[in-house]
């Protein structure tokens, strides 16, 4: 299947996305677990990460969770506070198995900024390409993690088959009474 968008912009946002789930669901409560998901999506910088660092990038994704939610507009203006804030210096790499992309800040950059940077770049890659309805929510009343929808259609309305299944056999029973 191709990709709608590039790779890296992907999973970005995918690691944006488990970021802001992880935290608000309290599984991401220390810089060991900072870490350790950076390490998991291959996000560079976390391995010198303090509780300082930390505290910062959970300020940070309060700002990037309000930009999965909000419209075009005000992703645009959002993603355009981030930057001046974070002083961004876009610049091209390659690195691992990614061609050239874009990255916000340079090597060494505070990794709060780095995650706050470089999901901006990618929201606004959905604002310029006019695709930010991908960017969703579970439709699970009881969830309402976010995801990146990559379905064709852009038809996807739960986070995954468990919150699928949960909410199609409460329909069910519904029905049923």
């Avoid at 005000?74 to 804030?85: D, L, P, S």
Wanted: glycine share 2%; charged share 30%.
């Amino acid at each position: 299947m191709t990709l709608p968008h590039p790779r890296e912009l992907v999973r970005t946002l995918e690691f944006t996305a488990a970021l802001c789930n992880r935290r608000r669901e309290g599984a991401l409560d220390t810089v060991a677990a900072l870490k350790a998901m950076c390490a998991d999506y291959r996000f560079p910088g976390a391995s010198g990460a303090t509780r300082a660092d930390a505290a910062a990038a959970w300020a940070h994704l309060r700002t990037l969770e309000a930009m999965w939610d909000a419209d075009r507009d005000e992703i645009a203006a959002t993603a355009n506070r981030v930057f001046k804030q974070c002083d961004a210096r876009p610049h091209l790499v390659r690195h691992d198995d990614f061609d050239w992309h874009l990255h916000g800040l340079p090597a060494g950059a505070p990794i709060a900024d780095a995650i706050a940077v470089n999901a901006a770049m990618a929201l606004a890659d959905l604002v310029r390409t006019e695709d930010t309805a991908r960017l969703k929510r579970c439709s699970d009343d009881r969830c309402l993690r976010m995801f990146f929808d990559l379905s064709r259609n852009r038809s996807r309305r739960f986070c995954s088959t468990t919150c699928q299944s949960r909410t199609n056999v409460a329909a069910f029973r519904a029905r049923q009474a």
